[in-house]
């Protein structure tokens, strides 16, 4: 089975259907269809670019040209964990609880999935260390914003109880476990649905892209359960270090409640 290639006409004809739904927007005045519109234009730029970006990182499997790239995708994630925080940190701990945490389970997991799993030579392969990276950084990147967003919400509506628990002689580490636990649950819940599901509900993205550029189904799968079984450790690893480092910075050395370190709430959010 061969590639069928897309030409300029048949994505043009797939576009027919956002301008669509941005004029069903219009139509029933929901407000959203300049910003339908934006993201599809925004869309079609950064894949376009990625896709040339790509091309030229594929002939020359340079080592700082990948990392210089996934530096760029660790920051860009960085920055939408923090935008999807009602109450962010204030500071550099906004961007950076996030960005770490996504830098010690994102590239620690695909480092072990290249090296020692898929056995690639050189590990830093183009091919494999993108696409693999991109998919673990936008799954953990999501339940990490997912994870601190519950976190500092429920510290804060919970404030008093956890204060009262702090009066009473108990740590810091008491007085939010309850707080951290279900905040982690809360992160950790996507990609625990997205198991439960494939392959029932819907075919995941990367199965469905290897069947379509034909893959044998059978490899398609296991490749596919690979990633996901590589997103949920990724997620579930970061999730924990945001959630841990998160609930440390709500108390200083005195183990007082410091909610002056979160920023008044983003009502974008």
């Given at each position: 089975m061969t590639l069928i290639h897309l030409s300029p006409f048949d994505l043009g004809l797939a576009s027919i259907l956002v301008l669509l739904l941005a004029g069903m927007s219009w139509r029933l005045r929901l407000g959203i269809e300049r910003r339908v519109l934006i993201s599809a234009a925004r869309s079609t730029v950064q894949l376009m670019l990625v896709g040339l970006v790509l091309k030229v990182l594929f002939a020359q499997t340079s080592l700082p040209l990948?990392?210089?790239?996934?530096?760029?995708?660790?920051?860009?994630?960085?920055?939408?964990?923090?935008?999807?925080?009602?109450?962010?940190?204030?500071?550099?701990?906004?961007?950076?609880?996030?960005?770490?945490?996504?830098?010690?389970?994102?590239?620690?997991?695909t480092l072990l999935a290249l090296?020692?799993?898929?056995?690639?030579?050189?590990?830093?392969?183009?091919?494999?260390?993108?696409?693999?990276?991109?998919?673990?950084?936008?799954?953990?990147?999501?339940?990490?914003?997912?994870?601190?967003?519950?976190?500092?919400?429920?510290a804060w509506d919970s404030r008093g109880r956890i204060e009262a628990r702090l009066l009473a002689g108990g740590t810091w580490d008491d007085a939010i476990e309850e707080v951290r636990r279900d905040a982690l649950r809360s992160g950790l819940i996507p990609i625990i649905n997205a198991m439960a599901t494939a392959g029932l509900v819907s075919l995941p993205g990367m199965m469905t892209g290897q069947i379509l550029a034909g893959s044998p189904p059978m490899e398609a799968a296991k490749y596919q359960l690979l990633i996901m079984f590589l997103i949920a450790a990724g997620t579930g690893l970061g999730s924990m270090a945001a959630v841990w480092i998160g609930s440390r910075r709500l108390f200083d050395d005195r183990q007082r409640l410091r909610l002056d370190r979160l920023a008044a709430a983003n009502r974008s959010s």
């Open positions: 990948i990392g210089l790239m996934a530096l760029v995708m660790l920051s860009v994630a960085g920055y939408e964990v923090m935008q999807r925080q009602k109450r962010r940190y204030r500071g550099v701990w906004g961007y950076g609880i996030g960005a770490l945490s996504m830098f010690l389970s994102a590239f620690t997991v090296t020692v799993i898929i056995g690639v030579e050189p590990w830093y392969q183009p091919q494999y260390l993108i696409p693999l990276l991109g998919m673990l950084l936008g799954n953990t990147m999501s339940g990490i914003a997912i994870a601190l967003d519950s976190l500092t919400r429920q």
